[in-house]
C-alpha cells in the first residue's frame, strides 16, 4: 500500500521522547534519539559524571547539549528540621522493606532461596551462588560476591539485621531535610552540571507531591530557578526543548 499521510503535525512536532537506562548502550541510544534521559543518580558526584558523559556523547549525532535534558528521577522527604526529616526518611524506608521484601532483595544478591532465614536476624553465612537462580521477573545485582562483602562488612560494624541492610543499602530518598535545604540541594545539582531538572517520585500517591508545591516550590521561585508562570502549552515548551523540523521520511531534530 501506498498514499499520502494525511495526518496533521502536533503541535510539538512529535512527542518528547523519555528514554531510561544507565548502561553504555542506553547512554548511546539517549545521545542519538531521546529527548529527555531518566537516570538514579541520587549524589552529586554521580550525577555530574553521568551528565559529563551523556552530553559529551550528542555532538556525534549532531546534537547540541541542550537538545538532550539530563533528569534523574528523585525522592524526597521534608521536616520543620533536619532531625524530624531524617527520622521521617527512616519510618518511611521501614515501611518499604517489608520482612518479604527484605528476603526477596537479598535473594537478588545471593542467587540462593534464603526464605528459611530469619529477616530480623544476621546475614546469610554461606556464600552467593554465582549461578544461582533468583525469582521470576527479578535480576542480580552487580557482582554478587562484592556486593555481599561490602552488605557484610556494613552489617557487622552496625549490628543490622538482614532487613536494617536491605533498608540501609538500598534507599533512594534524595533529598531529606527542610524545605529549605532541599530547595538549596536541588539549586545546586542544576547548578553544578549534575542534572538539568527532576522527575519527582513520591513516596505516596495520589497527594504526593502536595507537600513539595506549598512548601518548597515557592523557594525555588525565590531563587529564579523555578518557572513562576508557563510560557509554552505544551510538554516540549515546558522543558526548553527546540521543536524538531520536518526533513522528509524522518523527523531530524
Known amino acids: 500500500m501506498s498514499g499520502r499521510f494525511d495526518v496533521p503535525r502536533p503541535p510539538q512536532g512529535h512527542p518528547v521522547v523519555i528514554q531510561a537506562g544507565d548502561s553504555d548502550e542506553g547512554r548511546e541510544f539517549a545521545a542519538s534519539t531521546a529527548d529527555v534521559v531518566f537516570t538514579r543518580h541520587g549524589t552529586l558526584e554521580s550525577g555530574r559524571a553521568f551528565y559529563a558523559d551523556v552530553k559529551r556523547r550528542l555532538a556525534a549525532y549532531g546534537r547540541a547539549p541542550e537538545d538532550l535534558k539530563i533528569m534523574p528521577g528523585v ?75 561490602r552488605w557484610r562488612a556494613l552489617s557487622e560494624a552496625k549490628g543490622l539485621s538482614i532487613r536494617q541492610t536491605v533498608i540501609e543499602t538500598t534507599g533512594r530518598q534524595t533529598f531529606v531535610g527542610t524545605p529549605g535545604r532541599v530547595a538549596a540541594a536541588m539549586a545546586e545539582f542544576v547548578a553544578e552540571e549534575a542534572a538539568d531538572g527532576f522527575i519527582l517520585v513520591p513516596h505516596l500517591t495520589p497527594g504526593g507531591l502536595d507537600d513539595f508545591v506549598d512548601r518548597v516550590v515557592p523557594l525555588l521561585q525565590e531563587r529564579g530557578v523555578f518557572r513562576t508562570e508557563y510560557t509554552g502549552a505544551t510538554l516540549r515548551e515546558h522543558l526548553g526543548l527546540a521543536r524538531p523540523v520536518w526533513k522528509g521520511p524522518v523527523w531530524k531534530g
Do not use: K
Not at 531524617?86 to 521501614?94: F, H, N
Open 75 to 149: 525522592t524526597f522527604v521534608l521536616g520543620d528540621t533536619a532531625a524530624e526529616a531524617q527520622e521521617r526518611a527512616a519510618e518511611i524506608r521501614r515501611q518499604q522493606v517489608s520482612p518479604q521484601t527484605a528476603l526477596l532483595t537479598l535473594e537478588q544478591v545471593w542467587g540462593r532461596d534464603l526464605s528459611a532465614y530469619d529477616p530480623d536476624g544476621p546475614l546469610p553465612d554461606v556464600d552467593p551462588d554465582p549461578e544461582g537462580e533468583v525469582a521470576q521477573g527479578r535480576v542480580r545485582v552487580g557482582d554478587p560476591f562484592a556486593v555481599a562483602a
